[in-house]
């Protein structure tokens, strides 16, 4: 709908995936420019190890975040309240932003194109092509799809003496242009899946041949992890041997940092100051006869509105912000005007909320809305003259009927056109004066800043809906408990400096790091930074990130640094060390240490549950509890036992009705396990419903694994952060 809004309302469509580099002559000339004449590796990124156009970039954001506001636009001229735009995610339009210069590169390899001919029969639906669905609703009558509405459309578009309006036309073709493209591209990688007749067949054996086994197994966590004999040369030497599975495979450079956090929590004696003071509030609150100017003076947000109708939490009319917990509901419907609720706790903000009015009319009506903006002088004339022509058809008895095919509302058309139990104040003021005042069963019309709405007054009746003017506040540390952290933050640091200045092996001064948080009530955590995308999580705010990667990432990074003060993240002090970087291709012993130990533990456990299991038959196992199972080759989950893959391939490897394994090493244990019965698949030759299921399957994910193939073969780098920052140009 965003795309036909564009066509339709002039609005400017852009998808953010196909988004134009419009260069500026001046912006270009600044990222030229701005670093001096210091010849930049990454810029922003790099895609082939070609640079990343950063005007291009920058442009898709602005796209986007025009277009995020036209959606809030379109969407509060259909609903008639106002609609904050969302915000845009830079991270997703880069995502899109790279697909899109891939696909591009693609399509110029293969040849692909879309000419003159093709475009039009696409756009049109004529010579093959479906037309589009959105295309199908927008430009629509009575009689259904009008070829003529859009023709008409995209004539006006492109002769208009508006450059704006033909910039439009031009944009919407590319969209559906690039579309196209994509399309043949996806059908290319479509045409080339095949599964074979050996495929199907061994797909339904796989899900159709089923045995019921007996199994016993011996679990790992029988024995205690410290009851195995671990050092770091057994270790270094385990290591060595299965360093060359892909599993210890370090597939791309990252660095690792630990850090643990000291957050500044507000005191007892905080607690006890804040409940003081806002006691206080309330009873100045309660005495105020001008309570916009006391919100204005008192509230951390300083919003008033007479006019906000809050409901109860979950309430389906509710508005987001204009909400009280439901646990206050008894409360707030037996409050007098005047009364202050509260104060009470809603989303860690602690509110008091004082009863300005009361709304006590429930209303309910139907509507057709005829979509003319106030300004478009054309557009509010026919629509009019449409209203007219249809309030000499409309009455009560067929008014639903005449929704689906006239009214622009998408809120309200599936449901006959209804707006219920809304009260006024919540819709624009026109339509609540018709919905309050004009008779019930009238039908008439009003217009306002969205259009005309056809409207019948479907009920009035008593409610309960307060308006409230709000308070809030936030309970805070104090500055006294502020420095008191920063002071435990600083000293803890000092502790850990003095300490691993004594330290030359990185790896020590990393496990003391660990060591001293622990011994200070504290948990290091580890976070990994990949080289190509060095995104991170954990963190509230951006500065604390940016000082984690100028640790990480600075030309003279070495692994054991120290943070060298603490780093303020909002109401934390965050300390950190580098622990480890770690080289694309290159696996060393420190960077899987942890997991070499689990593997080494797990094959020494295995070995001792081996020697007591070997030649024992699945009765003669000590300890042992004898279960039951009913197992297909396609699905590796056993009852009882999980995902055990080797065993499930034991169990279908030839093993004949009564027959039992030698000892398995499974994923959880030892396992021996015994064929009791099989039941055999049923004969059939036709396995088409089979080589069906699996090609969708193939087909279904062949976006996204060409997205994921074409991003590894370019060795696409997102380089934005450190860019940023300055660290790695």
């Known amino acids: 709908m965003a795309i036909i809004g564009k066509i339709r ?6 998808l953010v995936v196909v988004g134009l580099a419009l260069v500026a002559f001046i912006l270009g000339d600044y990222w030229r420019n701005d670093q001096g004449n210091v010849e930049e590796k990454y810029g ?10 950063p005007v291009g970039f920058e442009d898709a954001v602005r796209i986007a975040e025009e277009n995020s506001v036209r959606a809030a636009q379109q969407q509060q001229q259909q609903t008639g309240r106002p609609v904050e735009p969302q915000p845009v995610d830079r991270n997703s339009v880069w995502k899109s932003y790279v697909d899109k210069l891939l696909l591009e590169q693609e399509f110029e390899a293969l040849g692909i194109e879309v000419s003159a001919a093709e475009f039009d029969a ?14 199908k609703q927008s430009f629509t009558d009575s009689s259904g799809f009008n070829l003529s509405l859009l023709q008409s459309r995209i004539q006006e578009m492109e002769g208009s003496e508006d450059a704006a309006e033909r910039q439009n036309w031009e944009d919407t073709k590319e969209y559906y242009t690039i579309k196209r493209k994509q399309e043949k591209y996806y059908a290319i990688l479509n045409s080339g899946f095949y599964v074979s007749n050996l495929e199907a067949k061994h797909e339904f054996v796989g899900k159709n041949e089923k045995k019921s086994v007996s199994y016993v197994a011996k679990r790992y966590r029988e024995i205690k992890d410290g009851d195995i004999d671990v050092s770091d040369a057994k270790l270094k030497a385990y290591f060595e041997e299965h360093k060359s599975e892909a599993k210890y495979a370090n597939k791309t450079g990252s660095r690792e940092v630990h850090f643990f956090d000291i957050t500044v929590d507000p005191s007892k004696a905080d607690s006890t100051k804040f409940n003081r003071e806002m006691d ?7 005495a105020t006869t001008n309570d916009s100017l006391f919100v204005m003076q008192n509230s951390d947000q300083a919003m008033y509105n007479s006019r906000f ?19 206050l509901d008894t409360t707030m419907q037996n409050a007098q005007v005047g009364d202050v609720v509260g104060p009470y706790l809603e989303a860690g903000v602690t509110k008091l909320a004082k009863v300005v009015s009361v709304k006590d009319k429930l209303l309910s009506v139907r509507h057709i809305l005829i979509s003319a903006q106030r300004e478009d002088e054309a557009a509010v004339a026919k629509a009019k003259k449409t209203t007219d022509s249809l309030m000499t058809l409309i009455n009560s008895d067929n008014f639903e009927s005449f929704v689906p095919t006239f009214s622009t509302d998408p809120g309200s058309n599936q449901k006959g056109g209804k707006y219920e139990n809304f009260v006024d104040g919540e819709m624009v003021p026109e339509f609540s004066k018709f919905a309050m005042e004009e008779p019930i069963g009238k039908v008439g019309y009003v217009q306002t800043d969205f259009g005309f709405h056809i409207m019948e007054v479907l009920d009035r009746k008593d409610g309960f809906v307060p308006n409230l003017a709000i308070i809030q506040k936030t309970l805070k540390a104090s500055i006294e408990t502020s420095m008191s952290k920063q002071d435990k933050a600083y000293d803890i640091l000092y502790l850990l400096a003095e300490k691993l200045e004594k330290e030359v092996d990185p790896v020590a001064k990393v496990a003391m790091f660990d060591s001293v948080a622990s011994q200070n009530g504290f948990f290091a955590r580890p976070i990994n930074i990949q080289d190509n995308s060095p995104a991170m999580y954990g963190f509230t705010s951006k500065f604390a990130e940016e ?3 100028e640790l990480a990432f600075s030309s003279d990074a070495q692994e054991g640094d120290l943070v060298g003060s603490p780093i303020k993240d909002k109401n934390k002090h965050v300390i950190a060390i580098l622990s480890s970087i770690r080289e694309e291709g290159v696996t060393r012993f ?3 240490k942890q997991a070499v130990k689990k593997d080494y533990i797990q094959e020494k456990k295995a070995a001792r549950f081996l020697a007591q299991m070997n030649g024992k038959g699945i009765d003669q196992v000590e300890g042992g509890t004898v279960q039951k199972a009913e197992v297909s080759f396609g699905n590796a989950q056993i009852d009882g036992a999980g995902f055990e893959p080797e065993v499930l391939g ?3 490897s030839g093993l004949k009705d009564g027959e039992h394994s030698q000892p398995i090493i499974g994923n959880t244990g030892v396992f021996i396990v015994r064929v009791d019965k099989t039941i055999k698949a049923k004969d059939v030759t036709d396995y088409s419903e089979e080589k069906a299921k699996l090609l969708t399957a193939l087909k279904a994910s062949a976006q996204n694994d060409a997205k994921r193939a074409l991003t590894k073969q370019a060795d696409v780098i997102d380089n934005r952060r450190l860019y940023s920052k300055g660290i790695r140009r």
């Open 650 to 652: 034991a169990i279908f």
């Open 309 to 327: 109708s809050y409901r109860v939490e979950g309430d389906e009319k509710a508005q987001q912000g204009l909400t009280y917990p439901r646990n």
């Open 547 to 549: 000082e984690i990667l």
């Open 280 to 286: 206080s509030l309330k009873t100045l609150f309660a």
């Open 9 to 14: 309302d002039k609005g400017w469509l852009v």
């Open 122 to 135: 696409y756009l049109y639906g004529t010579d093959g092509f479906e037309v589009m669905p959105e295309l």
């Open 590 to 592: 420190e960077d899987v």
């Open 44 to 53: 922003i990124g790099t895609i082939y190890g070609e640079k990343v156009d």
